[in-house]
C-alpha cells in the first residue's frame, strides 16, 4: 500500500504527523511519504499513490484510487459543512473522515453519499483523553442516579465516586442506586479527581458548582422531581431560582434533563484511535 499525506498549507502536519507515525508503527509493509506544502517533512515520492490523505476538502492534491479528506478541526468558519461547498462535496471522487456523528449527519445533508463518510474524532486528538468524574448526591430527588442509572460507563474512560450515603446507606433506595455502580470510587476524599478530571457530571450537590469554581466544564443532570424536596423545605420559587447549586450551573455550567442529553453533551465526538479508524477504512476500501 502506497500512501500520500498531503498537506495544502504547514498547519496540516498537525493532522497529518499522527497518521504518518501510527502507519509507520503498525503497518511497517505499507509505503507512506508527506507531500505539497510541509516544508522539511517533503520527501520523494514512493510512485503513485493508492492513498491520499489531506487535511482539506479543497485540497489541490493529485487524484489517487482512494483520497480521503480528514479536516482540519471542528469548526468551519462557514465553509466546510455548510451549503457555501456543496458542490465540492458533493462532486468530487473523495471519502470523508468526520470528527463526529454531528458532522455526518451535516454531509448527508448536504447530499454526499453514506458510504463515502466515516466517524473517527480528530488525528492530533489521538494521544489525548477525557477525564470525566462523576459524582451524583444520594437524595431520591436531587440525585442524578435514577436519571443517569449505569449509562454512564458508556462515557470513556469516566471515575464514577458515590455519595457516602450511596455507598454505605441501609435504605432501599440506596441500595438500588448503588447497585448500578460496580465500579466506583469507595472513599471521602477526591481532591486528586477533582484536580484529575477535565469535565465534572453531577446534579443538585455541591460537586458541579465546586467543578465551575475550579475552571472545570459542569454538567447538572436535573432530576424531574427536584422542585418537591424545596417546596417541602417551604422555599420559594423566587428564591429557589437564587440558590447556588440552582443557579450557578444553569447560568456557568450545562443543564441536561436525560442521560441521552448527558451523553450527547460528553460524547461530541470520539477521543484517540482515529488513526486506527482511517486505517481500517484504507483497508476495508482497497
Given at each position: 500500500?502506497?500512501?500520500?499525506?498531503?498537506?495544502?498549507?504547514?498547519?496540516?502536519?498537525?493532522?497529518?504527523?499522527?497518521?504518518?507515525?501510527?502507519?509507520?508503527?503498525?503497518?511497517?509493509?505499507?509505503?507512506?511519504?508527506?507531500?505539497?506544502?510541509?516544508?522539511?517533512?517533503?520527501?520523494?515520492?514512493?510512485?503513485?499513490?493508492?492513498?491520499?490523505?489531506?487535511?482539506?476538502?479543497?485540497?489541490?492534491?493529485?487524484?489517487?484510487?482512494?483520497?480521503?479528506?480528514?479536516?482540519?478541526?471542528?469548526?468551519?468558519?462557514?465553509?466546510?459543512?455548510?451549503?457555501?461547498?456543496?458542490?465540492?462535496?458533493?462532486?468530487?471522487?473523495?471519502?470523508?473522515?468526520?470528527?463526529?456523528?454531528?458532522?455526518?449527519?451535516?454531509?448527508?445533508?448536504?447530499?454526499?453519499?453514506?458510504?463515502?463518510?466515516?466517524?473517527?474524532?480528530?488525528?492530533?486528538?489521538?494521544?489525548?483523553?477525557?477525564?470525566?468524574?462523576?459524582?451524583?448526591?444520594?437524595?431520591?430527588?436531587?440525585?442524578?442516579?435514577?436519571?443517569?442509572?449505569?449509562?454512564?460507563?458508556?462515557?470513556?474512560?469516566?471515575?464514577?465516586?458515590?455519595?457516602?450515603?450511596?455507598?454505605?446507606?441501609?435504605?432501599?433506595?440506596?441500595?438500588?442506586?448503588?447497585?448500578?455502580?460496580?465500579?466506583?470510587?469507595?472513599?471521602?476524599?477526591?481532591?486528586?479527581?477533582?484536580?484529575?478530571?477535565?469535565?465534572?457530571?453531577?446534579?443538585?450537590?455541591s460537586i458541579v458548582v465546586e467543578g465551575l469554581a475550579l475552571g472545570k466544564r459542569g454538567i447538572q443532570v436535573l432530576n424531574p422531581r427536584y422542585r418537591?424536596?424545596?417546596?417541602?423545605?417551604?422555599?420559594?420559587?423566587?428564591?429557589?431560582?437564587?440558590?447556588?447549586?440552582?443557579?450557578?450551573?444553569?447560568?456557568?455550567?450545562?443543564?441536561?434533563?436525560?442521560?441521552?442529553?448527558?451523553?450527547?453533551?460528553?460524547?461530541?465526538?470520539?477521543?484517540?484511535?482515529?488513526?486506527?479508524?482511517?486505517?481500517?477504512?484504507?483497508?476495508?476500501?482497497?
Open positions: 500500500m502506497k500512501v500520500m499525506l498531503y498537506g495544502d498549507w504547514p498547519l496540516a502536519l498537525t493532522y497529518l504527523e499522527p497518521l504518518y507515525q501510527y502507519i509507520t508503527t503498525n503497518e511497517p509493509s505499507w509505503e507512506v511519504w508527506f507531500a505539497g506544502e510541509v516544508g522539511a517533512h517533503a520527501t520523494s515520492p514512493k510512485g503513485a499513490p493508492d492513498v491520499v490523505i489531506t487535511c482539506d476538502e479543497l485540497s489541490v492534491a493529485p487524484d489517487a484510487p482512494l483520497k480521503i479528506c480528514i479536516f482540519h478541526g471542528m469548526a468551519s468558519k462557514g465553509q466546510a459543512f455548510s451549503t457555501a461547498r456543496r458542490v465540492y462535496f458533493v462532486d468530487r471522487r473523495q471519502d470523508y473522515a468526520v470528527p463526529s456523528p454531528y458532522y455526518r449527519d451535516l454531509l448527508l445533508d448536504l447530499g454526499v453519499d453514506e458510504s463515502r463518510i466515516f466517524v473517527t474524532g480528530l488525528t492530533k486528538h489521538d494521544q489525548l483523553e477525557r477525564r470525566v468524574l462523576y459524582a451524583p448526591t444520594h437524595n431520591t430527588e436531587l440525585s442524578a442516579i435514577p436519571v443517569v442509572t449505569n449509562r454512564i460507563y458508556e462515557v470513556s474512560g469516566v471515575k464514577v465516586h458515590l455519595h457516602m450515603y450511596t455507598r454505605t446507606g441501609n435504605k432501599e433506595h440506596h441500595k438500588l442506586f448503588r447497585s448500578y455502580y460496580s465500579e466506583h470510587e469507595d472513599r471521602e476524599d477526591i481532591s486528586d479527581l477533582l484536580e484529575w478530571c477535565d469535565t465534572i457530571i453531577g446534579d443538585l450537590g418537591k424536596f424545596y417546596q417541602r423545605k417551604g422555599i420559594s420559587e423566587s428564591e429557589l431560582e437564587r440558590l447556588p447549586e440552582v443557579c450557578i450551573p444553569r447560568d456557568y455550567g450545562l443543564v441536561v434533563h436525560s442521560a441521552d442529553e448527558l451523553l450527547a453533551a460528553v460524547n461530541i465526538a470520539p477521543v484517540g484511535r482515529a488513526c486506527e479508524r482511517i486505517v481500517s477504512w484504507i483497508k476495508e476500501k482497497s
